[in-house]
């Protein structure tokens, strides 16, 4: 059993087309990593799934 999957993912208040204009600078600035760090997360599991669809193609194609 992994104990890091107990942990609670970081939470965020943020929310997709949220008002971005009470934010300062600063919290743009993290705002904008957190994003970029979420999207990296997306695509490296998007990667691995095409991994496996494509494994698994390449045994039913046999």
């Known amino acids: 059993m992994d104990f890091d999957d107990l942990d609670p993912a970081e939470s965020t208040d943020y929310t997709v087309g ?3 204009s009470e934010l300062s600078v600063d919290e743009l600035n993290d705002l904008i990593t957190l994003l970029k ?3 990296g997360r997306i695509e490296q599991n998007m990667k691995e799934k ?3 669809l ?3 193609d ?4 046999a």
């Open 37 to 39: 760090d979420e999207i």
């Open 18 to 20: 949220a008002d971005l």
């Open 50 to 52: 095409e991994a496996q």
């Open 54 to 56: 494509s494994a698994a």
């Open 58 to 61: 390449s045994v039913f194609k």
